[in-house]
T-cell receptor
Framework: GQQVMQIPQYQHVQEGEDFTTYCNSS?????IQWYKQRPGGHPVFLIQ?????EVKKQKRLTFQFGEAKKNSSLHITATQTTDVGTYFC????????FGTGTRLKVLA | EAQVTQNPRYLITVTGKKLTVTCSQN?????MSWYRQDPGLGLRQIYY???????DKGDVPEGYKVSRKEKRNFPLILESPSPNQTSLYFC????????????FGPGTRLTVL
């Protein structure tokens, strides 16, 4: 069935380093969303990508949607301790699966 | 303030004792959903509802029931809880469907002894 695979599952970075997480689908997606869940918190919507090749930025975060609308990435420049959390990328057409996400730890 | 509320936030219960976790949203959203989150398994969908009186199974519906009699409320019912239902539960809602931004409640941590 329709599913988006996310890698890596875990990532530890030193504060100030860059970080990227990738989401890949075997089928074309209508859109893809990104959420962040802080430790002890609930998932919070970050952004939605709809167009092929779309790139959106939110301060140090850059989101990309692939040309074929089958993959997406989230890149964080110069990570800070406030970036700690799990990032999810549910994407699809009729069913949106959150999966395990990527857990990011930032070492100060 | 636009929000999704869940009650209770924490619950410890025993096997077989029926319980209900309530979920309410004040944004007039059509779509509501229940998820459970377990270490290593991520967020998995239990049930969802596209509108009043319209509900459907998610990926892990066994042992759960839901109802959607009013647009704002979407309770999750565990008729006979078992220890494998110990988990963190989230309710979420959105306009139209899951293809739009989902707003999550604060979560309910359930322990079944």
């Amino acid at each position: 069935g329709q599913q988006v695979m996310q890698i890596p599952q875990y990532q530890h970075v030193q504060e100030g380093e860059d970080f990227t997480t990738y989401c890949n689908s075997s089928t074309t997606l209508s859109n893809i969303q990104w959420y962040k869940q802080r430790p002890g918190g609930h998932p919070v919507f970050l952004i939605q990508l709809v167009k092929s090749g779309e790139v959106k930025k939110q301060k140090r975060l850059t989101f990309q949607f692939g040309e074929a609308k089958k993959n997406s990435s989230l890149h964080i420049t110069a990570t800070q301790t406030t970036d700690v959390g799990t990032y999810f990328c549910p994407g699809g057409t009729y069913k949106y699966i959150f999966g395990t996400g990527t857990r990011l730890k930032v070492l100060a | 303030e636009a929000q999704v509320t869940q009650n209770p936030r924490y619950l410890i219960t025993v096997t077989g004792k029926k319980l209900t976790v309530t979920c309410s949203q004040n944004m007039n959203h059509e779509y509501m959903s229940w998820y459970r989150q377990d270490p290593g398994l991520g967020l998995r969908q239990i049930y969802y509802s596209m509108n009043v009186e319209v509900t459907d199974k998610g990926d892990v519906p066994e042992g759960y029931k839901v109802s959607r009699k009013e647009k704002r409320n979407f309770p999750l019912i565990l008729e006979s809880p078992s220890p494998n239902q110990t988990s963190l539960y989230f309710c979420a809602s959105s306009f139209g469907g899951p293809y739009n931004e989902q707003f999550f409640g604060p979560g309910t941590r359930l322990t079944v002894l």
